[in-house]
């Protein structure tokens, strides 16, 4: 992922910004410059590659998919150096807590990880 941002903004100090620090040693991560000078690359890898097959699937429906936590880690630390917080996906103002709503509740949860909607 490209940061609008030098990579001593990006870890100050040689820490990760905080929604990759909580990761912890689950996760391998390089810094370097973004091609043309455009802020620096940001990469991530899990030590866990096993995310597809009967376990990747396990993992989505149970709510534990290390591989959407690895992404939704990226976007917030992105948003946070970038914009000094963490930016939510929009949350529509008709949306009440129905039984009707909750599938479009489900996709703005997993909008985090996976993009906006």
């Known amino acids: 992922m490209t940061v609008c941002a030098s990579a001593e903004e990006v870890a100050p100090g040689g820490r990760l910004p905080e929604p990759l620090a909580r990761l912890g040693d689950a996760v391998d991560t390089k810094l370097r410059p973004a091609p043309g000078d455009r802020g620096t690359e940001l990469a991530c890898r899990s030590h866990d590659r096993e995310h597809g097959g009967l376990r990747g ?3 989505r429906v149970t709510g534990h998919d290390a591989a959407l936590e690895l992404r939704t880690a990226l976007r917030e ?5 970038e914009t000094g917080e963490i930016l939510l996906p929009d949350r529509p103002s008709t949306n009440r807590p129905t039984i009707t709503g909750r599938p479009l509740d489900k996709l703005i ?8 909607l």
Do not use: H, N, P, Y
């Not at 630390?77 to 150096?81: D, F, M, P, Q, T």
């Open 57 to 59: 699937a396990a993992e």
């Open 77 to 81: 630390a992105k948003s946070l150096v």
């Open 109 to 116: 949860e997993r909008g985090r990880g996976e993009g906006r």
